[in-house]
């Protein structure tokens, strides 16, 4: 939604009819319509004191298997099944700390910070994760090998995506 179009809604929310009523519910579908739009999970806006949020709460499946009547059969589960079902992050995560752009070396051309099979100390940095303008280095929290890079440069994480596996 271009900008132009959010401050007519942001006018609109805090100056119309509507909004002296009560809350103006096209402006809540207008805003829940923009967090489906661009993948957000939660948008905020305010005009002359009023204010209006709106978020959408992440959903997470959980799977049951439907149980048999005693005394039937069942199929047996497969072993990956299982692990898949059990198995959490690996113990040796380490999960960003922030939404962003993960850089793997201190700047374009340059070697990677770390590679599969190296030694780190803890404090040693491992990452970048750029968030709003600003470089923050990810640092081991432990020390360790490094077993797996879950990233590639220049991508996009999330909150608590796990970055890399030191063991």
């Known amino acids: 939604m271009p900008m ?9 929310f805090g100056n119309g009819e509507k909004a002296k009523a009560g809350i103006d519910a096209d402006a809540v579908r207008e805003l829940a319509l923009l967090l489906t739009e661009t993948g957000l999970t939660e948008i905020e806006i305010e005009h002359n004191g ?7 709460q992440a959903t ?5 298997a439907p149980t048999a009547p005693s005394g039937a059969a069942t199929a047996p589960v497969s072993t990956e099944a299982q692990t898949a079902a059990v198995k959490g ?11 962003g752009t993960v850089y793997v070396a201190p700047e374009p051309g340059k070697p990677p910070f770390v590679k599969v099979g190296d030694s780190v ?11 709003m303008k600003t470089m923050n280095p990810i640092t081991a929290p432990r020390a360790g090998k490094v077993l797996e890079i879950c990233i590639n440069d220049a991508q996009p994480v999330e909150f608590g995506q796990t970055l890399l596996v030191i063991a």
């Open 60 to 64: 997470t499946s959980i799977v049951h």
């Open 89 to 99: 992050p690996h113990p040796g995560a380490v999960p960003s700390p922030m939404v």
């Open 50 to 56: 009023a204010r209006i949020r709106v978020a959408r």
């Open 4 to 12: 132009k179009n959010m401050k007519s809604l942001g006018a609109r």
């Open 121 to 131: 100390k803890e404090g040693d940095t491992l990452l970048i994760v750029e968030a």
